[in-house]
């Protein structure tokens, strides 16, 4: 194995690692939220923790190199930050659990057909349509686990589709910067723009923080979870394997955050896990190889 494929591991490493992560977060933002914490009080709490934090790593430059570019920074912190967050949590409160997780599922096959539609000089190869579509079809297995109840909501629906859509706009701009920027300095700027943009719905619906709750040591510690684990270090790793894989490749990785939300309940509230989630798991696992890897066919 040469050096530079051991560097290629240690990207989809980090990809890997940081959907893990984030495929475990529902656990902490539901203990916040039966703590008495609101949807918008949580994002607004873990990215300050996160942007306070990577102020230790990225204490020195304060603009981009452009207004053009400072701009973009904001799409980032809107895309990757405020607007998905509370398009996704809206949408969870308005339909079905597995509705949001099965669009949500759609980010990578979204982020690839614009990232065809920009970059005209991309081509879509024919390995990472199939096993894009059979990654999502086990992302529908695992999602549903044997219970087969699809309701349709529009305005739930179109809010996760529209959190869908902003992700894959975050990856499609993060490399854009990526490759002119440093990655500490771009996560910076995602955490800032995040609570910027945040703004207008703290004034339509402010936040009352209660100390006796912020303060009990279940609130301390999944906020410090969300904010410093979470945020902080997987966004770093996320936008590093961006910058190096590409967006399209690492965003593919999306497809296994159902599989660990799946393993992570039958474990932490003991969710029964049926066979048909089993052959989710299966499809979803071949399908990111495929779409990652492709497949051969030999003639005998």
């Not at 879509?124 to 079809?137: D, E, F, P, V, W």
């Not at 959190?163 to 771009?186: E, S």
């Not at 945020?231 to 690492?250: D, H």
Request: glycine content about 8%; proline content about 3%.
């Amino acid at each position: 194995m040469t050096a530079n494929n051991k560097q290629m591991y240690r990207f989809h490493f980090l990809a890997i690692l940081t959907v893990i992560i984030w495929g475990t977060t529902f656990v902490s933002t539901k203990i916040l939220i039966g703590n008495g914490l609101t949807p918008v009080e949580i994002l607004l709490y873990r990215f300050a923790l996160a942007y306070a934090g990577i102020w230790f790593f990225c204490p020195r430059k304060l603009l981009a190199k452009s207004w053009r570019d400072e701009l973009l920074f904001l799409g980032l912190g809107l895309c990757g930050g405020s607007l998905y967050f509370i398009a996704e949590n809206t949408a969870l409160g308005i339909t079905l659990a597995s509705n949001v997780s099965l669009i949500i599922c759609t980010t990578p096959i979204l982020t690839a057909l614009l990232s065809r539609l920009f970059n005209k000089g991309e081509r879509l190869k024919r390995h990472l349509i199939y096993g894009s579509l059979m990654a999502l079809l086990g992302v529908a297995l695992v999602v549903f686990n044997g219970s087969f109840i699809l309701q349709i909501n529009p305005l739930g629906d179109m809010l996760t589709l529209l959190a869908a859509l902003m992700w894959a706009f975050y990856g499609l701009i993060l490399k854009r910067l990526g490759n002119r920027y440093p990655t500490l300095f771009v996560t910076r700027k995602v955490f800032f723009y995040g609570i910027i943009t945040l703004i207008p719905v703290l004034i339509i619906s402010p936040v009352h923080p209660q100390m006796e709750v912020l303060t009990a040591p279940a609130v301390i510690g999944n906020l410090l979870f969300l904010g410093v684990i979470a945020s902080l270090l997987c966004y770093i790793m996320w936008n590093t394997a961006v910058k190096e894989l590409g967006v399209v490749r690492t965003t593919n990785y999306i497809y296994v955050v159902p599989l660990v939300t799946l393993l992570t309940s039958a474990i932490v509230i003991n969710e029964t896990i049926t066979v048909i989630a089993l052959i989710g798991s299966a499809f979803i696992l071949s399908g990111v190889y495929v779409a990652e890897k492709g497949f051969t066919l030999r003639r005998k």
